[in-house]
């Protein structure tokens, strides 16, 4: 594992690195609530509040590279020495004399830049301070390094877009004609006229500006309103005639241009070693700004690191709600990176950074459930509401909203007015809600009432509503005109019973617009999906388990769910589509809004006897000789996992899932491993590819297959599905092989020799072993939940406190002890784990046990459970000490 791109400095994830400038497809993610943007080492990429209000000109991956518009500051000292701080010049030779150096945290910048032909160094610090500002803030550094005084002018130079990302490739000219700038003591604001939209323009109140001032709090001396202005004739922001022939502003209409946030400062004249410092502030505001109040917060470098200070602890108190000690420190720092990207992608949503340079904002269902899992292992009773709330987003015929608002209970169905229906969807829900009940010990949210989403695609979006319209509502009704509620519970029996029923020609459930991977969505008239089919069993599994635990002995539900509850042979399949159809035809249009009762015991047993027969129909028809799992049927009907030929085609879902839902015998998951590693190993790389080359096109699947191989979905090493086969394996006992898996990742990220990231998590990496797509990967909630419950061992069971280690002597070579940080049950736990054999997985027993020192007695065993009771009664301010001692029997 080679590192040669960073350094960590701490133990906060801060690092540092003297390369990053030579990698043009790095950046950093900057951002609050408010405001959301991305960062370069040369201080390229976009800031933007929506999809319809970027303050700079949307970027994706490539333009990081190729777009002459960023952020910059530039020096003139004279005609021939004339210096980019940034980096970003068509003066090559100086910008190749420059000594780089980058330092960085969760979500701040620091470039310097030391040139000693013209004896100047530059810092140029960039974050969004934590809380509700939509700025960004640019602190602009300058140091005398030689030994005689310099003389230059400075200017901030900050080339705007302002406006939607539509009008990137939409009217691009024409709506520049809808600026109206203003220019202010302290730089300029931006108010286009219209919202531009042809199927209907709207007024807009959003106003674009940027600031500036000395460390005197002095404002610029001259303002470049517009890039005309400031470019010339040329338009070359890399060799600004307003810099490089040092003209002052020209006396010319300002309006309807392309803005700039231009701004030259007073000529000053810098004594040996002496420093002078800038503030630049760049934002997004709603109409009743004060542009001067903006700034006199960021006047004075005191006041901005008062800000910085405060956006570094924010961030870092997100980093270490689950506080790793692994005995490995770069481990540890790397883990603070993965910490905080659920909450990154709870603010970027699944767009609004380079790589995601598709969709318009806002996460996507399964999206929304994985994020969950580590605001619940945080803050369970936090998000009990926000549970009930994305309840709301399901649909009586078991499908569900597709994107997910802003707002609480804004649910959208489908992207881009595309009627798709994503199998998978329905497993999810129910996975997030029993982490949350096993955390919490909560069976009561099973019983809280919901409402169902309602719009026009009915019967999973195979038919639509015509009658439907905008008046009548996105909730489900009854047949009296009032809005339907049923229980969470409820929702649940909807979501897994119907797809018992949605199966295809081979009696799986079918494949429909595509199921986790989004690249299978070319068979949705026969495609099957053989992997999630085994998920829904253990679905349907889990609800009969909780159903006996809530200790009811009769539930409530609507009536129409009766329909499919009923007993029959489960292999006839025209049993099952006429009971679906059934369904489909009480329920298409609103429901009566009756209810019925049903007997706890019964339920439990037909749900346990449905998923029993799913599992055993997959043992029965789906294990292939070749040693592994079929996942999928083809739209062709054709299975899709096996030898085809000469050609071995193998896919990690197909066994992932039979694994983790226990569809698999021991037997079977030895030849799963051993055929996972002889397949979809690529030792060049260390990562465990999504599927083998299939070496054609698969038109009868999914467009995942016209990729390149080792990219995305056709045969990438994919974080997600490689962290839940992880999390399959230590379901099941394997904790060696669940450790393989999953330190795979964290060793492919950290060999910068080749994935050339920064510190994170990425959705995937391809056949180079390049990390593509950072931060805003749904496998960080999934890799920590997994190193917590599972490697560590530190989860809930039933609301108490179980403490079941799976830790590897592996993980106990750099040191015999290691521990784990969280809140549960509203109590501060550390766990240490003291292993001074260092015994594997599997060979020892918890032998000792101490609580706030205190020596408990236990009887050596593998596991021990700490009742709610007893983690209650610790305080609860103080950071509570649990120690194991780890021996053998």
Not at 399 to 421: C, H
Not at 440 to 448: A, P, Q, R, Y
Not at 720 to 746: D, N
Request: charge should be positive; glycine fraction near 8%; proline fraction near 3%.
């Amino acid at each position: 594992m080679k590192n040669n791109l960073y350094n960590f400095t701490d133990d906060a994830g801060s690092f540092k690195s003297f390369s990053a400038d030579r990698i043009k497809s790095l950046y950093l993610p900057l951002g609050n609530e408010t405001l959301l943007s991305s960062i370069s080492p040369d201080l390229h990429g976009d800031i933007k509040s929506s999809q319809n209000s970027f303050l700079l000109e949307p970027v994706s991956r490539c333009d990081l590279s190729l777009s002459k518009a960023s952020r910059n500051f530039w020096i003139y000292i004279d005609k021939d020495k004339i210096w980019s701080a940034a980096g970003v010049s068509k003066n090559l030779k100086q910008i190749q004399q420059d000594k780089f150096t980058l330092e960085a945290g969760q979500l701040w910048q620091r470039v310097s830049r030391e040139n000693k032909n013209l004896g100047l160094k530059s810092e140029i610090l960039s974050f969004v301070p934590a809380g509700t500002d939509a700025l960004e803030v640019m602190q602009v550094t300058l140091t005398n390094i030689s030994r005689k005084k310099i003389s230059f002018i400075p200017y901030a130079a900050i080339p705007l877009y302002a406006r939607s990302a539509d009008n990137l490739r939409d009217h691009r000219q024409v709506t520049s004609l809808l600026t109206r700038i203003k220019q202010e003591k302290y730089g300029i604001n931006v108010k286009p006229t219209l919202l531009f939209d042809e199927s209907g323009h709207r007024p807009n109140n959003t106003v674009y500006y940027v600031a500036g001032c000395d460390n005197r709090a002095k404002p610029a001396k001259y303002i470049y309103p517009t890039q005309e202005d400031f470019c010339g004739e040329s338009g070359d922001l890399e060799a600004p005639e307003a810099v490089f022939e040092n003209k002052l502003p020209g006396k010319v209409s300002i309006q309807g241009k392309e803005p700039m946030g231009a701004m030259r400062f007073a000529k000053i004249t810098l004594p040996a070693k002496a420093k002078v410092t800038y503030a630049v502030v760049m934002g997004i505001a709603q109409k009743g700004y004060n542009l001067s109040r903006l700034i006199s917060k960021f006047n004075h470098p005191k006041k901005v690191n008062l800000y910085f200070e405060k956006t570094k602890s924010f961030w870092q108190e997100q980093s270490k709600s689950l506080d790793i000690s692994s005995g490995d420190q770069h481990f540890d720092n790397w883990l603070r990176w993965v910490n905080i990207q659920p909450h990154l992608r709870k603010i970027f949503g699944c767009s609004f950074l380079p790589d995601f340079d598709y969709g318009k904002g806002g996460r996507g269902w399964r999206d929304l459930w994985q994020d969950c899992l580590g605001l619940i292992l945080n803050n369970p009773q936090g998000v009990r509401p926000l549970l009930i709330n994305n309840f709301c987003g399901v649909k009586i015929d078991g499908a569900n909203a597709t994107i997910i608002g802003k707002l609480p209970g804004e649910f959208i169905a489908d992207r881009n007015n595309i009627s798709r229906v994503w199998m998978d969807h329905g497993v999810w829900p129910l996975i997030t809600l029993d982490l949350y009940i096993q955390e919490t010990g909560d069976l009561g949210i099973l019983f809280e009432p919901a409402a169902y989403f309602r719009n026009h695609q009915i019967n999973r979006a195979r038919d639509i509503d015509q009658k439907w319209n905008f008046s009548y509502g996105n909730r489900l009704k009854a047949k009296s005109g009032k809005i339907y509620q049923g229980t969470i519970l409820e929702h649940l029996l909807v979501q897994n019973l119907v797809q018992f029923y949605n199966v295809g020609t081979h009696n799986h459930v079918r494949l429909e617009g595509a199921d986790w991977n989004d690249g299978l969505d070319m068979a949705p008239e026969h495609g099957e999906s053989v992997a999630f089919f085994a998920m829904y069993a253990q679905n349907l599994a889990t609800i009969a388990q909780l159903l006996l635990k809530t200790g009811k002995k009769n539930l409530e539900v609507a009536e129409e769910l009766k329909i499919l509850l009923t007993d029959f042979n489960y292999s006839s399949l025209a049993q099952k589509h006429k009971i679906l159809e059934n369904y489909f035809s009480k329920t298409e249009e609103n429901i009566s809004g009756r209810k019925i009762r049903l007997d706890v015991i019964k339920l439990s047993n037909s749900l346990k006897n449905k998923s029993s027969w799913m599992k055993g129909h997959i043992q029965k028809s789906e294990w292939l000789k070749e040693g592994f799992f079929n996942g999928y049927y083809d739209n062709q009907k054709k299975k899709v996992d096996g030898k085809k030929g000469n050609l071995m085609q193998m896919t990690l879902t197909s066994q992932v899932f039979p694994v983790m839902s226990g569809v698999a015998n021991s037997r079977q998951i030895k030849e799963v491993l051993l055929n996972v590693y002889r397949y979809l190993y690529d030792k060049s790389v260390g990562g465990i590819r999504l599927n083998t080359n299939f070496q054609r096109e698969q038109h009868d699947l999914g467009r995942a297959f016209s990729f390149s191989y080792g990219d995305k979905e056709n045969g990438a090493v994919f974080s997600h599905m490689v962290v839940m086969f992880a999390y399959a394996l230590y379901k099941q006992g394997y904790s060696q092989e669940g450790w393989k898996a999953l330190s795979s990742l964290y060793k492919m990220a950290a060999d910068t020799s080749k994935s050339r990231i920064y510190p994170c998590l990425p959705e995937y990496f391809d056949l180079e072993g390049k990390g593509m797509y950072s931060y805003l990967t749904g496998s960080a909630s999934w890799f920590m939940l997994t190193l917590l419950t599972q490697s560590f061992g530190v989860k809930g069971q039933d609301g108490d406190l179980l403490i079941e280690p799976k830790l590897t002597a592996e993980q106990f070579k750099a040191s015999s002890k290691l521990s784990v940080s969280r809140v549960f049950a509203g109590r501060k736990l550390k766990i240490v784990f003291s292993n001074p054999q260092r015994l594997e997985a599997g060979k020892y027993r918890i032998k000792g046990f101490l609580l706030n020192g205190e020596r408990i007695p236990v009887e050596a065993a593998p596991r021990v459970v700490l009742t709610r009771e007893v983690i209650i009664s610790l305080p609860k301010e103080k950071l509570n000490l649990i120690e194991i001692h780890l021996g053998q029997d």
